[in-house]
């Protein structure tokens, strides 16, 4: 478990983005937007937070064009981005230890600035971690008191221990002056002090007063070694800033060459390493442990260096050369099966035959598949998805293993060139990557968006002065940068309509988010959820519902609907019964019917406990609840009427929108604090869903 969990990001002064507001983070999340919007920008700027290796921020490439010359001065001033980070248990326990107990925080929000120096606050303060000069005065106060009752050896000595005592005391008073002036010893004056009291003390080490300076010099020296210690807000951020997490940044443009020059490579290894092409070859031979500086060496020929200066070509090099090149071709089979193997357990397509292949300074890609197993094709021959595919599993298998297994991983338009359906698998692929580390891609395609997790979508647009702008409490309006959502949700739909055996049709997509959400929370709890063969299917309103059930019965599948125990749900009903339903009256389901309330909606579920607090924010208004409100009939109801006495404005899709922002907090919520009492009901809920479709034919 990574030690730290980042929840939401925040990048300021970069391109074409001044601020774009706190970001909140999912296990996976997708910027959606048209081309130049700025989603390219968002990934960059957090991948140089702290990037897999070091890539600094450019602040003459980087700031804002249009403020820089006006603006920019020191790069101290100006943060970039900056990352609210949840601190783990374990670290936290950790922590604990290290730093005595002290106040550990459970949140940081560390921001990096473009002269690369960073910033951590937390949730908490520390503990008062300042050094007591008090500790010094009582010491020196101990040593003036001894030094005044020092006895003469003999009376012949009175006046020259007198002259002691006084020159004793004296001096630790004048110190005692010096320590009024210190509030704190763990400073650099406090250690000076504590240097200048040890080594001046040395002095008056005499036999008479040899026990009086050794305890004072006992307390200086524990007090000295205290005040060195790194203070505890300084150990809190350097153990901070060792944990933060790594981000591997992917593009397209690190696509492998099949065709490797290798003292070409050698050299741009050399002089640019980060530079994604040789990143990616780079990546390929650490894979299968070779060098690219072997290959080379052992594909050396000293006949032909022998014969091109005069010189005799004996058996021994002709010897040498041939025990080079078998060496050479058995590590190159080995390094071709291993890759082979590696690279089909992890693609899963189809299984593919990689050969690598090295004839002189020339190092080669063949690839071949099982339909076709004894035809090698070049690498650049094969599909732009293929070498996409292959390209990306050597750059973060590669950089992952190396340290960063707590690495974020920052995917630019992934997977652009593959087909529709191999985009949908890429989709699985994110969910079992991102078990171990999370994973934030930009996109427009329609394919590349979970249908199932909408609500980790992040729209990105660019307004009227070219700035970008981030979408997290609600979607834009601009229709080129919904559409892929859009069709996104068309196609979790015809899926649906063809794969789907058992279904149920709810009104609208709160009601799609909610039921989504609290049966993840029931399975996780061992309570009675959906079972996994049965998907919900928001209509988009009530009046939908007929014509959505019409196209699944023309695919011999007959949903379950759901219907909110309303007048309009109670209307769909009487229509569903008398000609799409007739007969099959067990196939609709009132909700009312289960809650026991004739007047209910999905949110009564949910309740006002949760439900009116997010409305507040929305309309950023006070709406509270009156008993005439509550004599209105579904909760609903109630916060519409409650709404207008406050003249607070419920625009379209309110709904849709308090549920995602009610379904994101869950996401973060351990199953166990979610409310018993809308468990139970969601529970009683999922039962009679269930066994509708026990006593249903609802097959095809």
Known sequence: MMALTAK?????????????????????????GRNEAGKTALLKALHKFNPAAEEPYDPQREFPRDRFTAEFSEGGEWPVCRVEFELSADFR?????????????????????YDGSLECEYDTELGDDSLDPGQLVKALDAFAAGARRLPAPAPDQESAIQEMRTLLADWADGHKEAVGE???????????????VRGESNAYAQPASADLVETLQRVVDELRDDAKRVPLPQQLDEAVEAELPVFIYFENYGI?????YLPRFLGDLASGPEEPRVRTIN??????????????????EEAEEARATGQRVTDDVIGRDQQRKELRSVKLSSASIDISRKFSEWFGQRRH????????????????????????????????????????????????????????LLLDEPGLHLHPTAQQDLMGFFETLSQNNPLIYTTHSPFLIDGEHIHRVRPVTEDATGHSRISVDGWPKDRETIFPLQAAAGYAMVRG???????????????YLYLHALNLHCHALGRQGLPDDVYITPCGGTKLVGHIASLFLGQGVRPIVLLDGDDAGRARRDALMKELY???EKAVLMLGDVLGEEECETEDIIGEATVLPVVKDLVSKKVALNQSDRRKGSLVDQIKSAAERYNANLRDGWKAEVARRIVVDWSTVDPEEMPAAVLDQAEALFKELTARFASLDCGR
């Open 182 to 196: 210190l509030q704190d010893l763990r400073s650099d004056k406090g250690v000076d002090l504590l240097e200048r």
């Open 256 to 260: 492998l060459d099949s065709a490797v």
């Open 93 to 113: 326990k950790q922590l604990g230890e290290r730093l005595n107990g002290a106040g550990i925080p459970q949140k940081a929000v560390v921001t990096r600035y």
């Open 8 to 32: 939401r990001f925040q990048v300021l002064n970069f391109r074409n983005i001044d601020d774009s507001g706190w970001i909140p983070l999912e296990r996976v999340t997708a910027f959606v």
């Open 353 to 408: 035959k990689i050969r690598y292949q090295a004839d002189g300074p020339y190092f080669r890609i063949w690839v071949s598949d099982d339909r076709r197993p004894d035809v090698d094709i070049e690498l650049e021959s094969r599909s732009k998805g293929f070498q996409w595919f292959f390209s990306f599993y050597l750059v973060f298998l590669v950089e992952s293993a190396e340290g960063h297994k707590d690495a974020m």
């Open 582 to 584: 007739a007969g099959h």
């Open 283 to 300: 990546a390929m031979f650490k894979h299968v442990d070779l060098s690219a500086q072997e290959i080379s060496d052992l594909g050396r």
């Open 497 to 511: 309509l063809f794969q789907h055996q058992k279904n149920v049709l709810v009104e609208g997509m709160s009601d």
